[in-house]
């Protein structure tokens, strides 16, 4: 249980100033598991109380965790004056101060990015000690032979000296220009070069997994969803 004062909860979440929900609260326009507050000093558990603000839901949990479907086009940053970023694409009632991407891709990959306000969490998921797979499907230019699959299974070294370690490999199709991969580390660029380390170029890449959990298949691009909690536990399993 974490019990804070609703002003307070309220605040923090929604950006609105104390001042402002006393107002609302005046009004009739804020409830507490369906009851009308009046005294916003009132405590409230944020992990399992239900409040509304002119009849919508606020998230009023400590954290939230946000599945992204990213499109094309869309960059993966908190704020940018000409592109539009990941977290222009979260609406209204999921936004709040401080989210941001756990981890990157790239303007032109496409799925699952994780958007969140828990800085713990997002380093657990991205450091390579943890062991957090993050897997991709990748179109290529051309095939890769089975000499180059076995480089990228057991790890490689670039010429500038960046180490990529083991990664899963697993071919789709039958000409070797379609695969899934799994990597447990998220340098710059990662997968587009990887696939250049062994003469080949991706030409798509989206991201479809991270950890134990998969991008919603009903979760078309450029929408997002809140991640339940059950969903979270298989991030790390
Ligand atoms: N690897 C890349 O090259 N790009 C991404 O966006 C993600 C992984």
Redo the contacts with the bound molecule.
């Keep these: 249980m974490e019990n804070e004062r609703l002003d307070k909860i309220i605040s923090n979440v929604t950006g609105i100033s104390r001042n402002e929900l006393k107002k609302a609260a005046k009004q009739g326009r804020i409830t507490l598991n369906g009851n009308t507050v009046n005294d916003l000093s009132q405590k409230a558990d944020t992990e399992n109380d239900t409040v509304t603000l002119d009849g919508e839901v606020i998230n009023i949990k400590k954290h939230i965790y946000i599945m992204l479907n990213k499109p094309e086009g869309v960059i ?1 940053s908190t704020d940018d004056k000409t592109c539009r970023t990941v977290i222009d694409l979260i609406p209204d009632g999921l936004y709040r101060k401080g989210l941001f991407p756990a981890g ?3 303007k ?2 496409t799925g699952f990015v994780l958007i969140t306000d828990d800085g713990e969490f997002a380093h657990n998921i991205l450091s390579p000690k943890k062991h957090v797979g ?1 897997t ?1 499907i990748v179109g290529l230019s051309v095939p890769v032979n089975k000499n180059g699959i076995a480089l990228l299974e057991n790890g490689l070294t670039l010429d500038d000296g960046t180490v990529f370690k083991p990664a899963e490999i697993t071919a789709l199709d039958g000409d070797n220009r379609m695969f899934r991969v799994v ?1 447990f580390e ?1 340098k ?7 696939f250049d380390a062994v003469g080949s170029e ?1 030409i798509s ?1 989206k ?1 479809i997994k991270i950890g134990g959990l998969s991008l919603d298949k009903t979760l078309e691009e450029g929408c997002c969803r809140v991640i339940t909690n059950e969903e979270l536990k298989l991030i790390n399993s």
């Design positions: 993966s990157r891709l790239d032109d990959t993050k991709y990597i998220g710059y660029h990662q997968i587009k070069r990887m991706v890449l991201r």
